[in-house]
């Protein structure tokens, strides 16, 4: 069983993972949105792996969030992926750098659509992902949110077989804490074990990121495979994708509020 900080329930009802120091890798997530047609994933320097060595979700999201960017010149970071949008075909492809012609690579649909859609890993047979929405409450600080987006992925292993994972990216966020995802299994009994990355948001807040466009750090470990690497960027890209529409697309009961106060005001105005 992995190794990892003890699971702690918070009074705003999240769930505070510890780091499960098999979360060695960093991928850089530059500055991205809707319109990006070529986003580059850099996997950071040894250097600054090494000098990474949080114990808690908050001691890792404060470093991150002040952490300077790579300066993408080659000394602090490598392109590992490439996530190439085709607005013409309606299809985002996400790809390992390298040579040759059967690596591993990922198609979905772009944009990300509102109800259920599937990614298909063209490297591999045996992958496939079944994507939909899922809401759970919100918290105290998410007062003006109805519910907080989770998106789930049902991954088959081969069509042919009744293996399946069903992984989940969720929110931890209770207003104190720089906003980071995890992503877990969610079958897993295990809190160490369920970890499977973390993701956290570089924002000027810290707490809420931008309607507009993304970046951040991405945990993985390093020992995970191309595909399993594959597999978590092709869903965060998804999530964070759904996210940004979900974010400019206002709450229904807050649309509602609005739509009573305005009513009430015009009542008294014809008194």
């Given amino acids: 069983m992995p190794k990892s900080s003890s699971a702690l329930q918070n009074s705003g009802g999240l769930m505070v993972w510890g780091i499960p120091t098999e979360l ?3 991928l850089y997530i530059p500055r991205h949105d809707d319109g990006s047609l070529h986003t580059p994933i850099y996997a950071v320097s040894k250097v600054l792996e ?3 060595k949080p114990s808690s979700a908050h001691e890792a999201g404060v470093h991150l969030k002040y952490l300077q960017s790579p300066r993408l010149d080659g000394t602090d970071a490598q392109v590992e992926f490439f996530v190439n949008q085709f607005p013409a075909e309606g299809v985002a492809r996400v790809e390992r750098r ?5 690596l591993p690579t990922a198609i979905l649909p772009s944009p990300v659509p509102k109800d259920r859609f599937t990614i298909n890993f ?8 079944h994507v939909h929405e899922s809401y759970s409450s919100g918290t105290v600080a998410d007062k003006l949110q109805a519910a ?4 789930e992925f049902v991954v088959s292993y081969n069509p042919r077989e009744a293996r399946q994972k069903v992984l989940q990216w969720r929110m931890q966020n209770d207003g104190l804490k720089p906003l980071h995802h995890i992503l877990v299994d969610a079958d897993s009994n295990e809190p160490g074990d369920a970890v499977q990355a973390m993701y956290f948001h570089k924002s000027i807040g810290g707490h809420q990121p931008s309607p507009t466009h993304n970046e951040g750090f991405l945990l993985t470990r390093s ?4 595909d399993e690497k594959l597999l978590i960027l092709t869903s965060l890209f998804s999530m964070l994708s759904r996210m940004r529409q979900s974010q400019r697309r206002p709450s229904q009961g807050l649309t509602k509020r609005l739509y009573g106060q305005a009513s009430s005001i015009v009542s008294k105005l014809r008194v």
């Avoid at 390298?98 to 059967?102: P, Q």
């Avoid at 063209?122 to 992902?129: D, E, F």
């Fill in 24 to 26: 060695d890798s960093i």
């Fill in 122 to 129: 063209l490297s591999t047979s045996a992958l496939q992902a």
């Fill in 223 to 226: 020992g995970a495979s191309a």
């Fill in 50 to 52: 090494t000098s990474f």
């Fill in 148 to 151: 907080r987006l989770e998106l």
């Fill in 98 to 102: 390298g040579m040759g012609v059967d």
